[in-house]
Nanobody, 121 residues
């Protein structure tokens, strides 16, 4: 279902844009959440965007630096990451919550394979 892209290696202070795309026809009803997992750490929520795009939530650690947007005509959610820090290094996953649900707290049904983000100091 979901495919992430856009990861890579960037210096601290730099920017990346991650994308989450879906080939199905129900993307418009999916709340999308980004998670990340660093080596030896538990998975954490990064940000979420409502199925219709009119609300977002961010973890405190990324607030003001990361921005979510979505284009339901392209079945895409973008996570723009600015002012990256070494502690942002992780595998980033997008996940979908079907059924036009919000707030984004229910278990997520579909997951991507992840994309690596590495921020060098």
């Amino acid at each position: 279902h979901l495919v992430e892209s856009g990861g890579g290696l960037v210096q601290a202070g730099g920017s990346l844009r991650l994308s989450c795309t879906d080939s199905g026809r129900f993307f418009v009803s999916y709340t999308i959440r980004w998670f990340r997992q660093a080596p030896g750490k538990e998975r954490e929520s990064v940000a979420a965007i409502k199925w219709n795009g009119d609300d977002t939530r961010y973890a405190d650690s990324v607030k003001g630096r990361f921005t979510l947007s979505r284009d339901n005509t392209e079945n895409t959610v973008n996570l723009k990451m600015n002012s990256l820090k070494p502690e942002d290094t992780a595998v980033y996953y997008c996940a979908a919550l079907p059924g036009r649900l919000w707030p984004p707290s229910a278990p997520y049904k579909y997951w991507g394979q992840g994309t690596q983000v590495t921020v060098s100091s």
